[in-house]
C-alpha cells in the first residue's frame, strides 16, 4: 500500500536517514530550526550576543570616536576622579581610564578568537583522527593527552612566561597549547558515536581516506560540540590572559589588558580610587558570563534531549 493513500500518514513511518551530497547526512533543515531556536527563543543566548556585540563596538569601534593617548605618561594628569574631559578619571601615569578599557579590550578579544581558533582547529583534527582510527593508535593518542593534562597548566604557563619575554602571540601560541587537549578529547567522544554510522561506512568502502572521512563527514556533524567548546575556550583564555597580567606577567606596556588595569587599581582601591577597580572587573566580569551563557545556549540547543 502507498503512503499516499487514505488512512496512512507519512509522519508515523520512520524516514530512513538519506545520505547527502559526499555520503553525510543531510541535517540542513535541522540545523536551521536550531539556529531559529536559538536565536527567537532562548533569551540566554540573545543576551549574551548583544552583549558581546556591545563590547566588540566599544573596545574597536569606540577609540574611533573617543580618542585618547594610551602612549605618553601624564603624571599631571595622574588620579583625576570622573569628570567630563575623563569620564571614567584617570589612572597613576595619567592614561583615560575609559580609552585604556577600550585598548585592553581589544587585546582581550583578539587573544580569546585566536585561542579559540587554534585550539578548535588543532584540538578538532587531532581528536576526530584519533576516534576514527581506533585501537593502538587512538590509545598512544589519549595517553599523550592525558600526560599533559596531568600537568597543572597554570604553573607551566607561569614558568614558560618567566622564560620568555611575555608578547600578545607568545601568550596566544602557550595558551593554545595548553587548551585543545580539552577539545581533542570531546571531540573524539562525538566522533566514536559517528564512526559507525551509515554514512561513515559509505564512505570508507567507497574509497575514502581517512582525513576525508574526518574533514567532509566526521567534523561537519560534529560542529554543535565544536562551537560550544570555542565559545568556552574564549571566556578561558581572557580570564587565563587577565590572571598573568594581575600576577604581573602580562602583556608588556604600552600594551593594556584588563587583568593588568585590575592589579594596578587594587594598590589604590583603599585610597578611594574606585574608578580604577570597578570598571575593568564589571567589563571584565560581563564579557566572560556573556560568552558562557553562548556556549550554554547553544549545547542546550543542539542536544536533541534538552530540546
Given at each position: ?8 500518514e507519512?509522519?508515523?513511518t520512520p524516514?530512513?536517514e ?7 547526512v543531510?541535517a540542513g ?5 536550531t539556529?531559529r531556536?536559538l536565536?527567537?527563543w532562548?533569551r ?5 550576543i ?6 566588540a ?5 569606540g577609540?574611533l570616536?573617543y580618542?585618547?593617548?594610551q ?7 595622574a588620579?583625576?576622579?570622573p569628570?567630563?574631559?575623563?569620564p571614567?578619571g584617570t589612572d ?6 575609559l580609552?585604556?578599557?577600550?585598548e585592553?579590550?581589544r ?5 580569546g578568537l585566536?585561542?579559540a581558533?587554534a ?14 582510527v581506533g585501537?593502538?593508535v ?11 593534562l ?11 612566561v618567566n622564560?620568555?619575554?611575555p608578547?600578545l ?7 593554545s ?10 571531540v573524539?567522544?562525538e566522533v ?7 554514512f561513515v561506512v559509505?564512505?570508507?568502502m567507497?574509497?575514502?581516506t581517512?582525513?576525508?572521512v574526518?574533514l567532509r563527514?566526521?567534523l561537519?556533524?560534529?560542529i554543535?560540540v ?8 574564549i ?5 587565563a ?7 604581573g ?9 584588563w ?8 594598590n589604590y582601591?583603599?585610597?578611594?580610587y574606585?574608578?580604577?577597580?570597578y570598571?575593568?572587573a564589571?567589563?571584565?566580569?560581563v564579557t ?7 556556549g ?12
Amino acid at each position: 500500500m502507498s503512503l499516499s493513500e487514505p488512512g496512512i500518514e507519512a509522519a508515523d513511518t520512520p524516514e530512513p536517514e538519506a545520505p547527502a551530497e559526499g555520503g553525510a547526512v543531510a541535517a540542513g533543515p535541522a540545523r536551521r530550526r536550531t539556529l531559529r531556536s536559538l536565536l527567537g527563543w532562548n533569551r540566554s543566548a540573545l543576551a549574551g550576543i548583544t552583549t558581546v556585540v556591545l563590547v566588540a563596538l566599544f573596545c574597536f569601534v569606540g577609540p574611533l570616536f573617543y580618542r585618547t593617548n594610551q602612549v605618553t605618561v601624564r603624571l599631571d594628569l595622574a588620579e583625576l576622579p570622573p569628570s567630563g574631559s575623563h569620564p571614567l578619571g584617570t589612572d597613576a601615569s595619567g592614561y583615560d581610564v575609559l580609552g585604556r578599557l577600550m585598548e585592553g579590550g581589544r587585546s582581550s578579544l583578539e587573544l580569546g578568537l585566536a585561542v579559540a581558533v587554534a585550539t578548535t582547529v588543532l584540538g578538532a583534527l587531532y581528536g576526530a583522527f584519533a576516534g576514527l582510527v581506533g585501537g593502538v593508535v587512538d590509545a598512544l593518542m589519549m595517553r599523550v593527552i592525558d600526560t599533559l593534562l596531568a600537568v597543572p597548566g597554570l604553573v607551566l604557563l607561569l614558568i614558560l612566561v618567566n622564560l620568555f619575554t611575555p608578547s600578545l602571540w607568545l601568550i596566544i601560541v602557550l595558551l593554545s597549547l595548553l587548551s585543545w587537549l580539552g577539545v581533542a578529547r570531546l571531540v573524539r567522544a562525538e566522533v566514536l558515536s559517528l564512526r559507525t554510522r551509515d554514512f561513515v561506512v559509505a564512505a570508507t568502502m567507497m574509497g575514502a581516506t581517512r582525513w576525508r572521512v574526518v574533514l567532509r563527514h566526521l567534523l561537519p556533524n560534529a560542529i554543535g560540540v565544536i562551537i560550544v567548546s570555542a565559545t568556552f575556550t574564549i571566556a578561558d583564555a581572557i580570564l587565563a590572559l587577565s590572571t598573568l597580567s594581575f600576577l604581573g606577567l602580562g602583556l608588556p606596556p604600552p600594551h593594556a589588558d584588563w587583568g593588568t588595569m585590575l592589579s594596578d587599581g587594587l594598590n589604590y582601591l583603599f585610597d578611594g580610587y574606585w574608578w580604577l577597580v570597578y570598571p575593568p572587573a564589571v567589563i571584565l566580569i560581563v564579557t566572560v558570563v556573556a560568552f558562557n551563557l553562548i556556549g550554554d545556549s547553544i549545547h542546550n540547543s543542539l542536544d536533541l534531549r534538552e530540546r
